[in-house]
């Protein structure tokens, strides 16, 4: 079944203006994994985007919970290949072309969380987190999507991640993420808006954004 989901093609919907892009803008200071596991625990993270983040699809319909679980999975081995430091292009694609297109909308759910995971893959790069070369190369994979395995506003949206310029509220909450003058009122108020964005886009891109970070903490909470 779930090939048949991965197969199929994108929901094709009405021309939308395009979702407005920019640039981060990286604070000055570092980066601390103890700031991202606070400023994580601070977020009110959405149903929607808990699910994509943990693989646990409950209170979800049956199709909708099995494209949760399989963007879960693929999201998973996108950050593993990340914080592994690969930077070969060929070690992304595999994982980007099973969640390209996935799922319902102008911006399938599969094509929000790869765009979410750039903004954050670039953020933490910056900061030394995540290998730069890594993060580009990772980003160079989204520029490779045919036209026809997602919806346009989708492939817009990945051809502008794979050149540095992501949503404004997607930028605004990844800049807020890890600061050394943490600002938890500020941060909850750009995730509320990053989250109201269309049907579940926000979510996902915040869920995508999310995978990294967890990705990150995960063996530090395991020690």
Request: charged share 20%.
């Amino acid at each position: 079944m779930l090939a048949d989901l991965a197969d199929a093609p994108p929901t094709r919907a009405k021309p939308r203006k395009p979702v407005p892009c920019r640039a981060l803008e990286i604070p000055p200071g570092r980066v601390a994994v103890e700031a991202l596991v606070r400023d994580l625990a601070a977020l009110p993270i959405p149903a929607r985007s808990v699910a994509l983040l943990t693989g646990n699809a409950t209170g979800f319909g049956e199709v909708e919970g099995l494209v949760l679980k399989w963007t879960h999975a693929r999201s998973r081995s996108l950050v593993a290949t990340l914080l592994r430091g690969d930077v070969r292009v060929v070690a992304y694609r595999p994982d980007v072309s099973a969640l390209t297109g996935l799922g319902p909308g102008l911006t399938p759910t599969g094509d929000d969380v790869l765009v979410g995971l750039a903004a954050m893959s670039k953020r933490l790069a910056a900061a030394g987190i995540v290998e730069a070369r890594a993060a580009t190369a990772y980003a160079t994979s989204l520029a490779g999507v045919a036209a026809a395995e997602t919806t346009p506003a989708a492939r817009e949206l990945l051809v502008a991640a794979s050149k540095g310029q992501y949503p404004t509220a997607l930028a605004a909450v990844v800049e807020a993420m890890g600061s050394e003058k943490p600002d938890r009122p500020a941060l909850k108020e750009k995730a509320g808006r990053l989250v109201a964005m269309g049907a579940h886009s926000g979510a996902d891109l915040l869920a995508g954004a999310l995978a990294l970070v967890r990705g990150v903490i995960e063996p530090r909470e395991r020690r």
